[in-house]
């Protein structure tokens, strides 16, 4: 596996990769039907089977 960059989560958390898996809409979503449980948790064991150890789970984010 590449090494991938890391940093801190928020001001003090543990070091994460610096891009995360995305998952919003995946449980949610305002447009469309989500995903049925299988194929959601089929595409979560894929993400973890190449290595994402990071999962964005955030529905809101706001600039700062």
Known sequence: MANIPLRPLGKNGP???RIGFGT???G???T???LPDEERLAL???AHA???TFWDSSDYY???
């Open 15 to 17: 070091l994460v990769p």
């Open 24 to 26: 919003m809409g995946m």
């Open 28 to 30: 949610f979503s305002r």
């Open 32 to 34: 469309s039907k989500p």
């Open 44 to 46: 979560l064991d894929s």
């Open 50 to 52: 190449i290595g994402c």
């Open 62 to 64: 706001v600039s700062t």
